[in-house]
């Protein structure tokens, strides 16, 4: 297995990737293919840290992270808000979600704790191979490119329904900075 950082060509593979992984549990999963691609066209044009794991010549985990995540996401809303309220039309699960966040966001214009850090927006592996350490030598890799870089720190949120992932970061030396109705914020020191 190697990890070497994602590029543009990797989109594709990328994206499938992400729905065979997500499901329909995250939002971004239930894009069709093409805007999925826009998706992540957008998050790695504008994240500085973006790796892949590759076996056999198959992407089977990725990590991206950067400053700012939330620009290039509400960039990509901007673009395709046609085609995201189509998906959001058919996959009404995520209506009330959606509903939630942007009242919260709003009425108490809570400060984002990620937003004065480097954060991991996306990180995964192929379900039919978790837990073979694939997730931690992703996260090693980001954390030394971190380190040449003098950042000592960085956050990531996961929802508070993924016990796997949560786990995960509390093992490898996360810790909780907050939590919402829907996710849980960690915090991890290098």
């Known amino acids: 297995m190697i990890i070497r950082n994602l590029e543009l060509s990797d989109i594709s593979e990328l994206s499938k990737l992400h729905k065979n992984i997500f499901g329909k549990t995250h939002f971004s999963?239930?894009?069709?293919?093409?805007?999925?691609?826009?998706?992540?066209?957008?998050?790695?044009?504008?994240?500085?840290?973006?790796?892949?794991?590759?076996?056999?010549?198959?992407?089977?985990?990725?990590?991206?992270?950067?400053?700012?995540?939330?620009?290039?996401?509400?960039?990509?809303?901007?673009?395709?808000?046609?085609?995201?309220?189509?998906?959001?039309?058919?996959n009404p699960i995520f209506i009330i979600e959606k509903i939630l966040y942007f009242i919260l966001k709003f009425a108490w214009k809570k400060e984002n704790v990620h937003c004065n850090h480097v954060s991991v927006y996306l990180i995964a592996v192929d379900s039919r191979i978790q837990n073979k350490g694939i997730g931690k030598r992703l996260l090693k890799f980001f954390e030394d490119d971190l380190i040449k870089y003098k950042i000592f720190n960085y956050t990531l949120a996961v929802r508070k329904n993924n016990k796997n992932a949560i786990e995960f970061y509390q093992k490898n030396n996360f810790s909780v900075i907050e939590s919402d109705f829907k996710s849980i914020s960690f915090i991890k020191y290098l």
Do not use: C, R, W
């Open 29 to 90: 999963s239930t894009f069709s293919l093409p805007l999925l691609e826009k998706y992540f066209y957008e998050l790695l044009a504008h994240n500085q840290y973006k790796f892949v794991s590759i076996e056999n010549e198959k992407i089977i985990g990725y990590l991206i992270a950067g400053k700012n995540v939330d620009e290039p996401v509400n960039k990509f809303f901007k673009k395709n808000i046609f085609q995201i309220f189509i998906t959001l039309m058919l």
